[in-house]
Each structure stands twice: as C-alpha cells, then as structure tokens.
C-alpha cells in the first residue's frame, strides 16, 4: 500500500513563511517526479511545482521567486518552501509523485490527503 502523507500547513499571516513535507511511503520502485498542486475554494486544482527526478523543477508563474520545491531521493519526500506568502495562496495543498509499484507496470500518479493553508491579510 502506497501512501504519500503531507506536514507543515497551518496559518500564518502575509508575508510569512511555510514549509510543507510529504513523504511517499510503500513499494515503491521508482519515482518518475513529485510535486506540489493546490486549491482554493471555488477554483481548480493547479500546479505550484513539480520536480522530476533528473530533471528541471517547474514552478507555476504565480510562485515564482517566493517558493522553492525540494526532494530528499534517500527518504522519498518532497518539499515546498513557502516564503512572502500572499493571501491568495490560500488552499489545500497536495503533494503528488508519479510512482512505479510493480515491475511489469509503469509509474502511475498518487496523491495525498491534502493539507490546508491559510494566509491571513
């Protein structure tokens, strides 16, 4: 059983900082990438960051300069530093790795739980 459990939300004002975790637990036999989606009320799920493994990390424009997305390969957990957060970073963020479980199939998308932060103005 593969699970993908996130940390580090919370409240925090304007121009604060955040550092969220996860951590991808199971048989894992690969991970192609992990990353960062968030969503706030009313809206989409969208990408903040992502980082494939031996690849170029990607960052959604709007967060851009202010947050930064990690990986610890030896402990399969991914990061996302938050600094000069906004009020409209406010949502639930998930964390989501693209894994490989079996070795006749390919790497599939997981998801976490989702972990909620508010920035107040």
């Known amino acids: 059983q593969v699970q993908l459990v996130e940390s580090g939300g919370g409240l925090v004002q304007a121009g604060g900082s955040l550092r969220l975790s996860c951590v991808a637990s199971g048989s894992i036999l690969s991970i192609r990438d992990m990353g960062w989606y968030r969503q706030a009320p009313g809206k989409q799920r969208e990408l903040v960051a992502v980082?494939?493994?031996?690849?170029?990390?990607t960052y959604a424009d709007s967060v851009k300069g202010r947050f930064t997305i990690s990986r610890d390969n030896a402990k399969n957990t991914v990061y996302l530093q938050m600094n000069s957060l906004k009020p409209e970073d406010t949502a639930v963020y998930y964390c989501?790795?693209?894994?490989?479980?079996?070795?006749?199939?390919?790497?599939?998308?997981?998801w976490g739980q989702g972990t909620q932060v508010t920035v107040s103005s």
């Open positions: 989501n790795a693209g894994l490989r479980t079996t070795t006749w199939g390919g790497h599939y998308d997981y």
């Open positions: 980082s494939p493994t031996g690849g170029s990390t």
